[in-house]
T-cell receptor
Framework: SQTIHQWPATLVQPVGSPLSLECTVE??????LYWYRQAAGRGLQLLFYSVGIGQISSEVPQNLSASRPQDRQFILSSKKLLLSDSGFYLCAWRLSNEKLFFGSGTQLSVL | EDQVTQSPEALRLQEGESSSLNCSYT??????LFWYRQDPGKGPEFLFT???AGEEKEKERLKATLTKKESFLHITAPKPEDSATYLC????????????FGKGTHLIIQP
C-alpha cells in the first residue's frame, strides 16, 4: 500500500534562517507531487507541483522553492525565511485525476 | 480560474441533529469534486469523489451529492467524533496541477 512521510512535524525558525522540508512517498511510481500551505482563514493554497524528476511548477511567486531529486522525494526550501512564511505545510501525491493523498503536515512558525 | 466556496464557515450542532454543508464551485471542465475531513494539526483525509451531476456517495453518517454548480455533504444523526473541518475541492484540466480547495466548514458536534 502507498504511504507518504513528511517531516518534521513542528518547526520553529528565526526570520532569515534557511528552511528544508522533506516528503517521501512509498508504494507507487511516478506520482504527481504537491506542496500546499494552509494559513488560518485562507484555506489550502497550492505552492508547487511536480510531474517528474527535476520538473517543478510554481503556482504563486514567493520566497520558497521546491526540488524533486528522486521520483518519490519532494523538498521545499527557502534561503531566508520571512514572518509571512509561517503556516501549516502539506505534502501530497496523486496519480492522474485521482484523489490527493496528504502527509501529516509540518507546522512552521517563523519568529 | 477555478473557484470553490463553502458555507457555512462554522456550524455547531447537537448530537443527533442532522444538517448539510454546502460547496459551490465554478470550474472549466470538472474532473472530480472531492470531499475531505481534516482534524486539528493533521493532514486532510479523503472521504468522497463525485464526477457527474446526480451522483451520490455514502459512508456511515455522511452522504455527498453533486449538481452542476454545487455539492452537499449531508450529515445524519452526527456524533461528537464527527467534529472536524470538512474541505471541498475540485479538479480540472489535465489533472497534474492539483486540486482547488475551499476554505472549509468547521463542524462542532456537542454531546
Amino acid at each position: 500500500s502507498q504511504t507518504i512521510h513528511q517531516w518534521p512535524a513542528t518547526l520553529v525558525q528565526p526570520v532569515g534562517s534557511p528552511l528544508s522540508l522533506e516528503c517521501t512517498v512509498e508504494g507507487t511510481s511516478n506520482p504527481n507531487l504537491y506542496w500546499y500551505r494552509q494559513a488560518a482563514g485562507r484555506g489550502l493554497q497550492l505552492l508547487f507541483y511536480s510531474v517528474g524528476i527535476g520538473q517543478i511548477s510554481s503556482e504563486v511567486p514567493q520566497n520558497l522553492s521546491a526540488s524533486r531529486p528522486q521520483d518519490r522525494q519532494f523538498i521545499l526550501s527557502s534561503k531566508k525565511l520571512l514572518l509571512s512564511d509561517s503556516g501549516f505545510y502539506l505534502c501530497a501525491w496523486r496519480l492522474s485525476n485521482e484523489k490527493l493523498f496528504f502527509g501529516s503536515g509540518t507546522q512552521l512558525s517563523v519568529l | 480560474e477555478d473557484q470553490v466556496t463553502q458555507s457555512p464557515e462554522a456550524l455547531r450542532l447537537q448530537e443527533g441533529e442532522s444538517s448539510s454543508l454546502n460547496c459551490s464551485y465554478t470550474v472549466s471542465g470538472l474532473r472530480g469534486l472531492f470531499w475531505y475531513r481534516q482534524d486539528p494539526g493533521k493532514g486532510p483525509e479523503f472521504l468522497f469523489t463525485l464526477y457527474s451531476a446526480g451522483e451520490e456517495k455514502e459512508k456511515e453518517r455522511l452522504k455527498a451529492t453533486l449538481t452542476k454548480k454545487e455539492s452537499f455533504l449531508h450529515i445524519t444523526a452526527p456524533k461528537p467524533e464527527d467534529s472536524a473541518t470538512y474541505l471541498c475541492a475540485v479538479g480540472s484540466g489535465g489533472g497534474a496541477d492539483g486540486l482547488t480547495f475551499g476554505k472549509g466548514t468547521h463542524l462542532i458536534i456537542q454531546p
